[in-house]
């Protein structure tokens, strides 16, 4: 049978890389073959580890490129894991396409959007792949409900691609998002692509 492809998103501190490792430990538990990867880029808790803002942790293979899971990939494995997906390249959709059909299950776990609203590409895409989408919430940041599901920067460097934690975003719900860029407070109150047009 086919792979399934599970798809996690949400805004950042929503549980996403929580669920994904909540998912490759119960494979680790069943003593299946599995495989980690995050994006070289994120260079937030060292390379070759992905870690929760809870401080959960678990080995990861850290790449550049998709394509350079491939080599990788050369065993039966049961399952692949991969977190931060909006920063890898769009072959990336290639590469699960190929897993699903070598009859491997794959779990995906990224942000939808970024915080000027825009979505991530990669991301999309694997949305329109999927078997399964988990969509996720934070705590806002400003109310306080469990009702955030967009990411707000507060710092002022205006890049769509910034690593980086607490010290530059905060999750907060479309309400208090409205509220914060009309303040004209934080990167966030530039407005997305769409409302710049
Ligand atoms: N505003 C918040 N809402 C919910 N959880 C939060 C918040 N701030 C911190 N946390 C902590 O973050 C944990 C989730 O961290 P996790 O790394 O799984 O999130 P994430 O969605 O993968 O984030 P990121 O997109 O930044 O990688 C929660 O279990 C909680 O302990
Ligand atoms: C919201 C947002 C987060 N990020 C980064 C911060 C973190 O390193 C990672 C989210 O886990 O993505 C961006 O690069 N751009 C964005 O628009
Ligand atoms: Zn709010």
Sequence with gaps: MSGKLTVIVGPMYSGKTTELLSYLEIYKLGKKKTLLFKPALDVRYGTDVVKTHSGLE???????????????????????????????????????????????????????????????????????????????????HVCGEHNATLTYKISDNDSEIDVGGKEKYIAVCRDCYNKLAGSGHGASSGGSDEDNR
């Design 58 to 140: 678990a080995q990861a293979v850290s790449v550049e490129f998709s394509k350079d899971m491939l080599p990788h990939l050369q065993e039966k494995i049961d399952a692949v894991f991969i977190d931060e997906v909006q920063f890898f390249d769009k072959d990336l959709i290639k590469v699960v396409r190929k897993l699903l059909d070598e009859n491997v299950n794959v779990f995906c776990a990224g942000l939808d959007m970024t915080f000027k609203q825009n979505p991530f590409e990669t991301t999309m895409l694997l949305l329109a792949l999927a078997n399964e989408v988990i969509k996720k919430r934070a705590v806002c």
